[in-house]
């Protein structure tokens, strides 16, 4: 298994509170009840969390930096502290750096909480959302704002529903073995640089730049618009990659595979991915080959190898001839 050496660099999420809320503000329906407070407040990751047991002042495994959510459970908690000690509590509560606070349901607020959290410097925004609907709109956000990203310099197409990922050295064809595949069906997701996201653990999604997406440079020719030349159905603005299609120019000396019971793997963003390797050489059809590294994924896929059945005959079919031939042998020695 091989690293990928492509992997251009990796992003690094900057995003604050009020470019959240700028997002959201129609999808979550939420209300800035301090307006202006601590939009500048970054957001640190992704995880959003109830307080919990930091309300009743226990704050040893309190997870600060992760956006907060007061429910109907928590604001009716503290609205039934008598009013010192829900003092107390909520100023304890905004002396951490939280990046901000939702309160759920469009409840009414505790009597002293705008003027905690105005000294924290915490903002506090107010939705109509039910908790656990807000927590099923928000998450897909932010996981998606802090997936670990990168960029790699290949060409992304999709094959009948395979995403294969193209690389090589600049100039050895890439572009041309995609465009002729988009002119046989297949569709275009991006040329030369691929925007790539890892979703959850083993998934990895790969886009166009939004500047050049759907533009193809061709040497010779120069910039084309696939969708203005082949129609919009031959482009996908996104697609899962599942296969590293590696060309290479043509070498005698080099160490090839001809069965397929070897598969080499590459690792992109910590997903390792199958890699083939195609060398090129005048005469080679690379667009029908990479048709059939599509359809052979998906046949493995489905639980078919076709290298390990051919294997398992040959193996079945070597060993009972074995004997037979020395059982043949002994029958025509007379001495």
Request: charged residues 25%; glycine residues 8%.
């Amino acid at each position: 298994m091989q690293k990928a050496e492509n992997v251009a660099r990796l992003k690094t999420p900057t995003l604050t509170v009020g470019q959240l809320l700028e997002r959201l503000r129609g999808t979550l329906q939420l209300e800035e009840l301090e307006p202006g407070v601590g939009l500048d407040r970054p957001v640190g990751n992704a995880e959003v969390s109830s307080p919990g047991l930091v309300l009743a002042g226990y704050v040893e495994r309190f997870a600060a930096e992760r956006l907060q959510v007061l429910g109907e459970t928590e604001i009716t908690y503290l609205a039934s502290l008598a009013v010192a000690e829900r003092r107390r509590i909520l100023d304890l509560f905004f002396s951490f750096p939280i990046p901000a606070v939702f309160v759920t349901k469009g409840q009414r607020l505790p009597s002293g909480l705008r003027v905690s959290a105005s000294a924290g410097g915490v903002p506090v925004i107010r939705t109509k959302l039910k908790t656990a609907e807000f927590y099923r709109r928000v998450k897909p956000v932010l996981e998606l704002e802090f997936a670990p990203t990168t960029s790699l310099h290949g060409s992304l197409a999709d094959v009948f529903g395979v995403g294969l990922f193209f690389t090589g050295q600049s100039g050895i064809g890439k572009s041309e073995c995609v465009l002729d595949l988009v002119e046989r069906g297949h569709r275009l997701v991006a040329d030369d640089l691929v925007i790539t996201s890892r979703r959850g653990n083993d998934v990895l999604i790969g886009r166009g730049h939004e500047l050049q997406r759907h533009y193809m440079e061709i040497r010779g020719v120069g910039l084309i618009d696939i969708p203005a030349i082949f129609g919009i159905r031959a482009v996908r603005q996104q697609k899962r990659i599942e296969v590293v299609v590696h060309l290479e120019e043509w070498n005698q000396h080099a160490a090839v595979d001809r069965t397929g019971l070897d598969i080499e793997t590459t690792t992109i963003l910590d997903v390792e991915l199958p890699k083939i390797n195609v060398f090129l050489n005048p005469g080679k059809n690379i667009t029908v080959i990479a048709e059939v590294i599509a359809l052979n994924h998906l046949l493995r896929y489905s639980g078919v190898n076709s290298a390990e059945a051919f294997n398992e005959r040959l193996m079945a079919r070597m060993k009972p001839a074995a004997p037979t031939n020395v059982r043949q042998y002994l029958q025509e020695d007379h001495e």
